[in-house]
DNA sequence: CGGCATGTTGCGCA
DNA sequence: TTGCGCAACATGCC
């Protein structure tokens, strides 16, 4: 579960289920995704979680009056629960963190199928975190600043939307989906596109964003709901009828991923 | 069995 | 030095 908006969910979830409460027990099922040991994340029993904020796909936990801060990324099938009280592990569990707050116990627990996620201890930030571009969501999108960004790179705009130095957050669905809301091509090179072309692609991420946080807030996921009708534009929809032109959606390789367009509403000048 | 998957990183080579 | 393509990571599903 991903990308910008997936995250921002898990964020406002270990928000209030961690802020202001205190670490009793933390269990590592699968060292993998720890970093730098599971013996440092296990370390963290007896300190109480202050805050967690978000950049990117990027999670920030500050402990209160303690050095060491928490990272955590989904990668690609990263997911955060919680149950009241203690439960049997999760087939995909990795980490459990047992916290108490006002006298109730809760278990918060981090489940990876694939295991390209990863929980961080650090005494500082990381470069992953202090690298990161602006954040479209917390920071909004300045097309001036981005167009300039854009015009010194010569690659095409679909790679360049998925640098998190450039924008923080994006992933290949929101690229895909902005892009399609812009029309803009996905191979139109970055030196060439018009303000007008950036802000309509900073349009199209913000709408793509907002609208995918309401359809999922407080469900799963729904592309991991298998049967259920696409909540896509046109991601994954090869052959469909594009929804504003009824052209068939095409599906090309960029930049090594899968990329959907409309011939039509998105050709390329 | 082969191909593909919401992400990131590291390596070889130009 | 920089950039690019591609494999690797680990697992499931079609």
Redesign the pocket.
């Known amino acids: 579960?991903?990308?910008l908006p997936?995250v921002e969910l898990a964020r406002r979830g270990l928000a209030r289920w961690l802020a202001g409460a205190t670490v009793e027990h933390v269990r590592v099922w699968d060292a993998?995704v720890v970093k730098p040991s599971a013996k440092a994340l296990t370390a963290i029993g007896g300190a109480r979680i202050a805050r967690v904020e978000r950049r990117?796909?990027w999670l920030r936990v500050a402990l209160a009056n303690d050095e060491r801060v928490l990272f955590a990324?989904l990668?690609?099938t990263g997911e955060w629960m919680q149950t009241k009280g203690d439960a049997p592990r999760e087939r995909f569990e990795r980490v459990r963190i047992d916290v108490r707050r006002n006298g109730r116990a809760r278990s918060v627990r981090y489940l990876d199928?694939?295991?390209?996620g990863r929980v961080v201890v650090a005494k500082e930030d990381i470069a992953?975190w202090t690298e990161l571009g602006p954040d479209p969501l917390a920071d909004g999108i300045d097309a001036r600043a981005l167009h300039e960004k854009l015009r010194a790179r010569?690659?095409t705009i679909k790679e360049a939307m998925?640098d998190?130095r450039l924008l923080a957050g994006v992933?290949?669905?929101?690229a895909i989906e902005s892009l399609w809301r812009a029309r803009v091509s996905p191979r139109a090179r970055t030196n060439a596109l018009t303000l007008a072309e950036v802000r309509a692609i900073a349009r199209g991420l913000g709408a793509t964003i907002r609208r995918t946080i309401a359809a999922q807030k407080g469900e799963r996921?729904a592309?991991?709901n298998?049967g259920a009708p696409s909540p896509f534009l046109i991601y994954d929809l090869k052959g469909e009828p594009c929804p504003r032109c009824k052209t068939s959606i095409e599906r090309a390789v960029i930049?090594?991923?899968?990329t959907y367009f409309c011939p039509t509403c998105q050709r390329a000048r």
Do not use: C, T
């Open positions: 579960m991903p990308e997936e993998r990117g796909k990324h990668g690609m199928m694939r295991m390209f992953s010569k690659k998925l998190q992933g290949n669905i929101l996921a592309y991991v298998a930049g090594g991923r899968s």
